[in-house]
């Protein structure tokens, strides 16, 4: 006679067709509830009205997501043509005209559904600062212009205005380490090295100061948690255009017909207007009286001569504080990695130096080798490059490199602390992302609460522990279990 298979009663059927239905349910449950949702973005626009040009740049992070695990990355740039902003000071309204292209470019990037909810910012730096001392009512005109036009865009207009250096430094050193994830871990972080054209900004965290000895070099943070004391200084007129007036400024004091410049390359020679030279408040009060209407700058490729004369533009002689870098400005000691970015980056770029393992001495040394070349080679070799930028990366190199280890004090063994940089992890080196990121409050300050699992982790223990709830209820169960009729052995 064939045996009766005791699980195959009615009962012990339906409990595990039950169990089975319910183990499936709750884990398509649990994977369907935390599933990500499909990604949706949020952006943000900045224009960085700068003093050599204007560029926006338009950042994106997933909807849900805001201030959490969410990271805000650059997905697209846009070079505004021609000069600055503070170039149209005589005809404002061109100011706001020259920012429709890149206008039109982000109507184009930007999902056209998400384009009201769009924050757009724009903020001038040193060309504006220079302006605004200069004649404040043309500043106010410029700045007016570019409100109207942008007003007329389709994004959320959240004003035009002018930073301070100190914002400068610290958003461009917030933006470095945000980047490179040094914020959210708490990790060392990055000091930031910004070159403009008009101004240079240096910002680091250093151990040994608490803000005290200088108030006004002093940034404090919380950000994810952790307390940042910030030493940040901006110097006005020590960007590398304004650097290049004060050389040359400095060189005409007696109101010469010509000039043999040491920072140029032999065989170089252009007519330059005396009135053009001193047109900026760096250099205008200087003006030699009696001077030609121009003179005839000659290149000479001198590098020692050339530091000596780009030396001559810092103030070492005044220090008010325990140590100062120049010009009076305190600053502490130097601490931690460097990203330098903006001209540092263009100008080392091309001069093949940006990897920062060569010696300093073994620096200098190529440098000098190629101020000295013939100004025709130099044209004969990069027929591509821009002529102005090309006649002045001789004084660029040799101002960068008197700027950090004159004026910052940075030595042969803390040059390697410096990584010449353009991008973080696909968006540019520079204050606009971090300029962003403190008026959208995308930085908390406290660290987010993060889920105590992964959502793969979430699932299997779900998984594990309805199955033993199963097979618990099933035990439970032993009582109303069918007995096995097992038959008496006969001996
Ligand atoms: N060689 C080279 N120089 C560049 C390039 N782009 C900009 N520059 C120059 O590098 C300097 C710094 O440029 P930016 O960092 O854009 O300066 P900016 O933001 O206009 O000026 P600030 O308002 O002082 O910050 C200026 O003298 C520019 O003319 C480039 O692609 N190559
Ligand atoms: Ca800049």
Redesign the pocket.
């Known amino acids: 006679m064939k045996e009766k298979n005791p699980w195959h009663t009615p009962v012990t059927i339906i409990i595990t067709v039950i169990g089975v239905i319910a183990i499936v349910a709750l884990v398509t449950v649990a994977v369907l509830q935390n599933r990500p949702l499909t990604q949706k973005y949020k952006y943000g626009i900045v224009l960085?009205a700068?003093?050599?040009?204007t560029a926006l740049y338009i950042y994106q992070w997933p909807a849900e997501k805001d201030n959490n695990t969410g990271r805000v990355e650059q997905t697209h740039s846009c070079k505004v043509k021609g000069p600055?902003i503070s170039s149209y000071a005589s005809e404002p309204w061109k100011a706001g005209e020259s920012l429709k292209d890149c206008i039109e470019d982000a109507k184009r990037r930007v999902p056209e559904k998400r384009h009201d909810e769009t924050p757009l910012y724009l903020g001038a730096?040193?060309?504006m600062r220079l302006l605004s001392i200069e004649d404040s009512s043309a500043s106010n005109k410029v700045f007016q212009a570019v409100e109207q036009s942008l007003q007329k865009s389709p994004f959320s207009f959240q004003g035009a205005r002018l930073l301070s250096g100190q914002e400068e430094g610290a958003f461009g050193w917030v933006t470095v380490n945000y980047l490179d994830d040094r914020l959210k871990q708490g990790l060392e972080t990055t000091g930031a090295l910004d070159?403009?054209?008009?101004?240079t900004q240096i910002s680091f965290v250093s151990n040994n100061y608490d803000g005290s000895e200088s108030p006004k070099n002093s940034v404090t943070f919380r950000l994810y948690g952790n307390d940042y004391n910030l030493y940040t200084n901006s110097f006005l007129c020590y960007?590398?255009?304004q650097a290049l007036r004060l050389t040359l400024a400095q060189q005409t004091q007696s109101g010469p017909r010509s000039i043999l410049d040491p920072c140029f390359h032999p065989g170089y020679n252009e007519t330059v207007t005396y009135s053009d030279l001193y047109d900026s408040p760096c250099v205008s009060d200087r003006k030699p009286q009696g001077a030609p209407v121009t003179f005839t700058h000659l290149g000479q490729g001198n590098s020692s001569q050339c530091q000596d004369v780009v030396k001559s533009i810092f103030n070492f002689t005044h220090c008010r504080y325990t140590q100062c870098s120049f010009n009076g400005v305190f600053q502490p000691l130097l601490q931690g990695p460097f990203g330098a970015f903006?001209?540092y980056y263009?100008?080392m770029n091309?001069l093949n130096l940006t990897d920062t393992s060569i010696p300093l001495e073994v620096v200098r040394k190529r440098l000098s080798i190629y101020c000295e070349t013939p100004w025709d080679q130099i044209k004969q070799r990069h027929p591509d490059v821009k002529l102005k930028?090309l006649a002045e990366y001789c004084f660029s190199g040799t101002y960068i490199l008197t700027l950090l280890t004159k004026g910052y004090n940075f030595t042969s063994e803390s040059y390697p602390n410096i990584k010449f940089i353009k991008k973080i992890k696909g968006s540019d080196a520079g204050w606009t992302l971090g300029y962003m990121l403190n008026l959208t409050n995308m930085i908390p300050a406290e660290a987010p609460d993060s889920p105590l699992l992964p959502h793969s982790g979430y699932v299997s223990i779900v998984t594990v522990i309805t199955v033993l709830l199963f097979v618990l209820l099933i035990f439970s169960l032993r009582p109303f279990w069918p007995r096995c009729s097992k038959q008496p052995q006969i001996i």
Do not use: I, N, R
């Open positions: 960085d700068g003093s050599s040009h600055g730096t040193a060309g070159l403009g054209g008009a101004s960007g590398k255009d903006s001209a263009f100008v091309f930028y």
